[in-house]
């Protein structure tokens, strides 16, 4: 079992550039959610996708968007990129939303934005 | 909106001493997390508390769940350097059928000295 998986490890960005942030789940897994951890920080949660559909948002503007497909895989978009974007994005794995499951993270991707 | 908060949020311990983090949160949940994190790295779990009294012990750290006083510990017995690391916990603010929405405290900085 692979765990959690995310792609890529690092990325450095321009401002106002886009950038797509990609997770393959755990095995058995079909609920992904995003958090944002800046330096320093705890995780903060972006979003949760279940069902190929946007379940639960935090209080990140629609810069952020994400999908998942039917694989469960998912991907986090954010547009017009702002230096405060750099961050460990964390992608988190679990057993749908409603099955209170732990949830398993991956390695993160450290995006830097310049 | 749920506020989770943890104290310490640095401890400087000595090797083979005794010590225990505090998480307290502000709305009702029954779902608790910690996570521990080395620099650089993404969260690894460490235990899941799922119930009122709940108590895992797992080597040199035991946690306990007290949903009435909103409170969660993480005690650490007879400190090791391989301890030092961030640690997190998170609280699950959903029920019914939205599970999978963490919040993180802040974080609690451990560092264990020969």
């Known amino acids: 079992d692979a765990g959690v998986t995310q792609s890529p490890t690092h990325l450095i960005k321009t401002r106002g550039q886009q950038v797509t942030l990609r997770c393959s789940p755990k095995?058995?897994?079909?609920?992904v959610s995003w958090y944002q951890q800046a330096l320093g920080q705890g995780p903060q949660f972006i979003f949760q996708?279940?069902?190929?559909?946007?379940?639960q948002r935090g209080n990140f503007p629609d810069r952020f968007s994400g999908h998942q497909f039917p694989n469960y895989s998912s991907e986090l978009n954010v547009n017009a990129l702002l230096l405060g974007d750099s961050a460990l994005y964390l992608c988190?794995?679990?057993?749908?939303?409603?099955?209170?499951?732990?949830?398993?993270f991956g390695q993160g991707t450290r995006l830097t934005v310049v | 909106e749920l506020k989770v908060e943890q104290n310490p949020l640095f401890l400087s311990m000595q090797e083979g001493k005794n010590y225990t983090i505090y998480c307290n949160y502000s709305?009702?949940?029954?779902?608790l997390y910690w996570y521990r994190q080395d620099p650089g790295k993404s969260l690894e779990s460490l235990f899941v508390?799922?119930?009122?009294?709940a108590v895992k012990q797992e080597g040199r750290l035991m946690a306990s769940l007290d949903t009435k006083a909103r409170l969660s510990t993480l005690h650490i017995t007879a400190a090791v350097h391989d301890l030092s690391a961030t640690y997190f916990c998170a609280v699950d603010n959903a029920g019914g059928t939205s599970y999978g929405k963490l919040t993180f405290g802040q974080g609690t900085i451990l560092t264990v000295h020969p």
């Open positions: 988190a794995s679990s057993l749908r939303p409603g099955g209170g499951t732990e949830a398993f």
């Open positions: 996708y279940y069902e190929e559909e946007e379940r």
């Open positions: 095995s058995g897994h079909d609920t």
């Open positions: 508390l799922l119930s009122n009294g």
């Open positions: 709305t009702t949940s029954d779902r």
